[in-house]
């Protein structure tokens, strides 16, 4: 047997799907098929019953798992002892959210390439549930996102807290300067999709305040929200790093609000069957290089 043969069948055994684990391979479908199938004949038994809707492991198939596991992880180890690297190598595919995105992604991506020159990396940015939808099908090795996550497969430690302060254009709110009731009745409140952790966290102080928006306009994306709010369209929330740096042009204006915002947490998940040292390493990565309060680039 090879190395790829095991490593197809761990991929395999583990992601969501066949299609799933052979783009993480960078193989086409029938390479990982013909891989599996060539290990199943050396060992003289399916690992794979694939009689239903969906390729499920056999007896033999979940014995050899967590052996194939161990022996791809020596085979790193003796990669590095050989090569004298730093032992991160190989594809990273993680997912950040659009903050993140247009804040510290960029420090990131620059330091790991210094630190790591053998690592591949490949950014996705998207919602927060729907990385975390990714992270437990396998199809990233690590996400940032608001908030804990809720799934049992998913492990959160916490990296960073973000500041929000309400925002409006000065022609639309004239010398008010803080939020009420009127207020959010009378204007258009922009926010993100209510899958996006600051969407949540609003959600929930609206709630406990026993507030309520008359008119809601929802937009996927964080720079055109500002623009909206910069329009006059509506108010909204910022980051208080891009709420100093549009307020300093005169964009915008800060709206205060009793009690404020609560801060929104930030965490570094990933599966906690997965031990692999990669994930040490991004993780310290990530604390070198986050920082929410960076002004954005677009302003």
């Known amino acids: 047997m090879t190395l790829k043969q095991l490593e197809a069948f761990y991929w395999a055994a583990s992601a969501s799907s066949f299609a799933v684990a052979s783009d993480r391979l960078h193989v086409s479908p029938s390479t990982l098929s013909k891989r599996i199938a060539e290990l199943e004949g050396q060992l003289g038994t399916p690992l794979f019953d694939r009689g239903g809707h969906r390729a499920v492991l056999t007896e033999a198939g979940q014995q050899l798992l967590p052996l194939a596991r161990r022996m791809l992880g020596l085979a790193d180890d003796m990669r590095n002892v050989g090569a004298g690297s730093s032992g991160v190598r190989g594809h990273c595919r993680f997912g950040v959210g659009e903050l993140a995105g247009l804040t510290w992604l960029p420090d990131l991506v620059a330091h790991a390439r210094a630190t790591y020159p053998e690592l591949v990396l490949e950014p996705h940015v998207d919602l927060g549930s729907a990385l975390e939808q ?161 002004p954005s680039p677009l302003w």
């Open 134 to 294: 990714r992270l437990e099908s396998r199809e990233l090795d690590f996400a940032v996102v608001a908030g804990y996550s809720s799934r049992s497969a998913i492990a959160s430690e916490a990296i960073a807290q973000v500041r929000f302060a309400w925002a409006a254009a000065p022609a639309l709110v004239g010398r008010q300067r803080s939020i009420s009731a009127s207020l959010l009745q009378g204007t258009a409140l922009i926010t993100m999709p209510a899958a996006a952790g600051p969407t949540r966290m609003l959600e929930h102080w609206l709630a406990v305040n026993n507030l309520e928006a008359g008119r809601r306009l929802t937009c996927n994306n964080l720079a055109a929200i500002a623009g909206l709010v910069a329009a006059g369209v509506g108010i909204g929330l910022f980051p208080t790093g891009w709420l100093k740096q549009m307020a300093q042009r005169e964009a915008v204006v800060e709206l205060r609000s009793k009690p404020a915002l609560p801060a929104l947490e930030y965490t570094f998940q990933w599966r906690r069957d997965d031990t692999r040292p990669l994930l040490g390493k991004m993780r310290e990565a990530v604390d070198r290089t986050v920082d929410f309060t960076k």
